[in-house]
T-cell receptor
Framework: DAMVIQNPRYQVTQFGKPVTLSCSQTLNHNVMYWYQQKSSQAPKLLFHYYDKDFNNEADTPDNFQSRRPNTSFCFLDIRSPGLGDAAMYLC?????????????FGPGTRLTVL | GQNIDQPTEMTATEGAIVQINCTYQ??????LFWYQQHAGEAPTFLSYNVLDGLEEKGRFSSFLSRSKGYSYLLLKELQMKDSASYLCAVMDSNYQLIWGAGTKLIIKP
């Protein structure tokens, strides 16, 4: 089945210790997104890629970086995690940007910062 | 600024009907999405409206009025598995999704 896969599902890190979250997709979609979602809040867009064109949201902290080495894979790097970065991180894809393009989500990675 | 409003929480009875409202103010409009999200899981797509009117998909229907900046999601014949959060999201003029915080729906037997 075509899908969006995220690894790991649960990640525990220590305050200040870098962590990398990964996302892969078999949908062959052009656009990939990284969202941060805290409990009972709306998902917050961190980055998106249209093919290899990188788009950083204006209020995404410098502590967050992203890489998309090829169409199928995308990575989220958190350089120095703080307690406030504990959240669910969601990867999503869409075929194109524009109307009629729903986003397909992976299962998410729940990050705990000790 | 851009804003999506939906009730924080609603309670309904198994077998009944519930309507979840969403109002929005965004920079441009390229469609409105409803997603379902079970606790601890990722959102899953339910419906998309870009033209005014009602879209029906099984037990779920979604309505849009662009002139009023208003949508609702109607769930019929409620089942216990419908207990989840329902997120309204609007695609703005830059084709970015502006998300609401979600409505937590509690179904009671």
């Amino acid at each position: 089945d075509a899908m969006v896969i995220q690894n790991p599902r649960y990640q525990v890190t220590q305050f200040g210790k870098p962590v990398t979250l990964s996302c892969s997709q078999t949908l062959n979609h052009n656009v990939m997104y990284w969202y941060q979602q805290k409990s009972s809040q709306a998902p917050k867009l961190l980055f998106h890629y249209y093919d290899k064109d990188f788009n950083n949201e204006a209020d995404t902290p410098d502590n967050f970086q992203s890489r998309r080495p090829n169409t199928s894979f995308c990575f989220l790097d958190i350089r120095s995690p703080g307690l406030g970065d504990a959240a669910m991180y969601l990867c999503a894809t869409s075929r194109e940007q524009g109307s009629y393009n729903e986003q397909f989500f992976g299962p998410g990675t729940r990050l705990t910062v000790l | 600024g851009q804003n999506i409003d939906q009730p924080t929480e609603m309670t309904a009875t198994e077998g009944a009907i519930v309507q979840i409202n969403c109002t929005y103010q965004t920079s441009g409009f390229n469609g409105l999405f409803w997603y379902q999200q079970h606790a601890g899981e990722a959102p899953t797509f339910l419906s998309y409206n870009v033209l005014d009117g009602l879209e029906e998909k099984g037990r779920f229907s979604s309505f849009l009025s662009r002139s009023k900046g208003y949508s609702y999601l109607l769930l019929k014949e409620l089942q216990m598995k419908d207990s989840a959060s329902y997120l309204c999201a609007v695609m703005d003029s830059n084709y970015q999704l502006i998300w609401g915080a979600g409505t937590k729906l509690i179904i009671k037997p």
